[in-house]
């Protein structure tokens, strides 16, 4: 069984930055792809960031050049860098890794952005 513990998130004035991160451990003996998603109120929940083994990195057209999502191999870790916040993207931040050719995905931070 994987489990992954989230980190970070909160409530910050548009145009601060918060940081949120996610560790992945159990019996883990592959991973192919670590990500983002968040879900806001009333909304279907949406790929924020993801890096795939040996692909390229995607962001949602929204946020690109604002947050920056990176992996660390050794540590089954995942980080999204948020800069620029704007209150749109106020929602729960979910993280999603891809082991042992399963999804797997995280309870869930809050990150709220006020005007």
């Known amino acids: 069984q994987v489990q992954l513990v989230e980190s970070g998130g909160g409530s910050v004035q548009a145009g601060g930055s918060l940081r949120l991160s996610c560790a992945a451990s159990?019996?883990?003996?592959?991973?192919?792809?670590m990500g983002w998603y968040r879900q806001a109120p009333g909304k279907q929940r949406e790929l924020v960031a993801r890096m795939p083994n040996g692909g390229s990195t995607v962001y949602v057209d929204s946020v690109k050049g604002r947050f920056t999502i990176a992996r660390d191999n050794a540590k089954n870790t995942v980080s999204l860098q948020m800069n620029s916040l704007r209150p749109e993207d106020t929602a729960v931040y979910y993280c999603n890794v891809v082991a042992n050719f399963r999804h797997c995905w995280g309870q869930g931070t809050q990150v709220t952005v006020s005007s």
């Open positions: 159990g019996n883990i003996f592959s991973i192919t792809a």
